[in-house]
């Protein structure tokens, strides 16, 4: 596909800098932000407007926060399913006993702001899949 990933770490807020610097010199066409500092995520979109890149993340707060798009599991189903094992486990089931579920509804999220700010247009067959637009 053509495809080059080059990961760049951030372990706490004092090492963003280095990192957006580091990200604005190679240029990249996106980012992907994973995983989230949540309470970075204004700052991670900011960065990405200045730079005109598609982000994306699979935390669906990124979106509202101003990244282009989330695609991730939908949280409100994982803690319902959270809940069905705790209350297996409550009623005498041993946790390894119990079976492992994949994640079966996914959420796509798409800033259209965002898009219009860093000249994107989003493709109406994308944005009819979406799940929530925010503008």
Known sequence: MGIEIHPVFVRGAGEFEGAFATIAKSQPEALIVQPLFTEYARRIAEFATRYRLPTISDNPD???????MTYGTNRLDLCRQVASYVDRILKGAKPADLPVQQPTK???VINAKTARAIGLAVP???????DRIID
């Open 62 to 68: 990124f979106a509202a926060d101003g990244g282009l």
């Open 106 to 108: 996914f959420e796509l």
């Open 124 to 130: 109406q067959s994308l944005a009819a899949r979406a």
